[in-house]
């Protein structure tokens, strides 16, 4: 059974580098059907996708995140990451990692079908 | 960016009543290629992550009960809910997938009447 589970810092001050984790068990981060994602939901409101990454390290991100995230994958540890800079209080939010399907022959993936259960970030000095 | 604008906001069905979820999108989300349509719904229960229930517009996630259906194409979606039970209490989303960057709707509120 698929599990998803992020960590990292639960606060971070303004203008710092959030940094994530999402380690994956039962399933290898390896596959050619996935690409691993972040999405990510402020207090009350809606989802925002964030990015995803290919095990190969190719990736897709939010332009409206304004080239702040990096993002990396570890296959032998069967992890991926996600940096984010210069962060200011409407960053905070809780933090998804997900599996990011892709089968449908396109050049990027489709519907997220299986979601770590969300670590929040609150940023503040 | 697509833009996916769900209706109603909230709603409130009577148990064992039909609930429908409406999501209407900007732009065509229907791939040529594959001919089909790149939208998907979720359930998000309260202090849970999202849960995938349709994929393709239509397709049914394995797990989830026959009550719940979609449908649509092109820009304008459904969810149903044939029949409303207590555990259906959610909010729901759409999501497209036809480009990046994938973008959700604001969420429907669904509650017992």
């Known amino acids: 059974q698929l599990q998803l589970q992020e960590s990292g810092p639960g606060l971070v001050k303004p203008s710092e580098t959030l940094s994530l984790t999402c380690t994956v068990s039962?399933?290898?981060?390896?596959?050619?059907?996935?690409?691993w994602g972040w999405i990510r939901q402020p207090p009350g409101k809606g989802l925002e996708w964030i990015g995803s990454?290919?095990?190969?390290?190719?990736?897709y991100d939010n332009p409206s995140l304004q080239s702040r995230v990096t993002m990396s994958i570890d296959t032998s540890n069967n992890q991926f990451s996600l940096k984010m800079s210069s962060v200011t209080a409407a960053d905070t939010a809780l933090y998804y990692c997900?599996?990011?399907?892709?089968?449908?022959?396109?050049?990027?993936?489709?519907?997220?079908?299986?979601w770590g259960q969300g670590t929040l970030v609150t940023v503040s000095s | 960016d697509i833009v996916l604008t769900q209706s109603p906001d909230s709603l409130a069905v009577s148990l064992g009543e039909r609930a429908t979820i409406n999501c209407k999108s900007s732009?065509?989300?229907?791939?040529?290629?594959?001919?089909?349509?790149?939208l998907a719904w979720y359930q998000q229960k309260p202090g849970q992550p999202p849960k995938l229930l349709i994929y393709?517009?239509?397709t049914r996630e394995s797990g989830v009960p026959d009550r719940f259906s979609g449908s649509g194409s092109g820009t304008d979606f459904t969810l149903t809910i044939s029949s409303l039970q207590a555990e259906d209490v959610a909010v729901y989303y759409c999501?497209?997938?036809?480009?990046?960057?994938?973008?959700f709707g604001q969420g429907t509120r669904l509650d017992i009447k």
């Open positions: 997900a599996r990011h399907v892709s089968v449908g022959g396109g050049w990027w993936p489709d519907y997220f079908d299986s």
């Open positions: 039962d399933v290898s981060i390896s596959s050619s059907d996935y690409f």
């Open positions: 990454i290919y095990n190969s390290g190719s990736s």
């Open positions: 732009q065509r989300v229907l791939f040529t290629s594959n001919n089909k349509n790149h």
């Open positions: 393709w517009a239509s």
């Open positions: 999501q497209q997938y036809y480009s990046p960057p994938y973008t």
